[in-house]
């Protein structure tokens, strides 16, 4: 099973990216993906996710309404549309997967990938 997360990168203020996050060797459609990030010196912190089923989303308060989480299961890849990014967006952004798992912050991962970074300038 791999995770391969894509599309960091360094862009200013106000611009937007689209993170990719590429899965093999599972059942895709059967698990619930999500997006969290970690700047240096805090916590890890909840971004986007969507459920297994893909009929739901939930996504952070510091995110919500700029940033957009959607799947494409012919191509096995969970993505993150994110405007308007601001310097405290930067990041390394982690996505992660579990079988069945819902759209709530509180859902916890076992398989992670390994993580892009973004940065955003002033």
Do not use: H
Request: contains cysteine; positive net charge.
């Amino acid at each position: 099973v791999q995770l391969q997360a894509s599309g960091g990168g360094l862009v200013q203020a106000g611009g937007s990216l689209r993170l990719s996050c590429a899965a093999s060797g599972l059942t895709f459609s059967n698990y619930g993906m999500g997006w969290l990030r970690q700047a240096p010196g805090k916590e890890r912190e909840f971004v986007a996710a969507i459920s297994w089923s893909g009929s739901s989303t939930a996504y952070g308060d510091s995110v919500e309404g700029r940033f957009a989480i959607s799947r494409d299961i012919a191509k096995n890849t969970v993505y993150l549309q994110m405007n308007s990014l601001t310097p405290e967006d930067t990041a390394v952004y982690y996505c992660a997967a579990r079988k069945w798992g819902r759209s709530s912050p509180a859902q916890t991962y076992n398989l992670w990938g390994q993580g892009t970074q973004v940065t955003v300038s002033s």
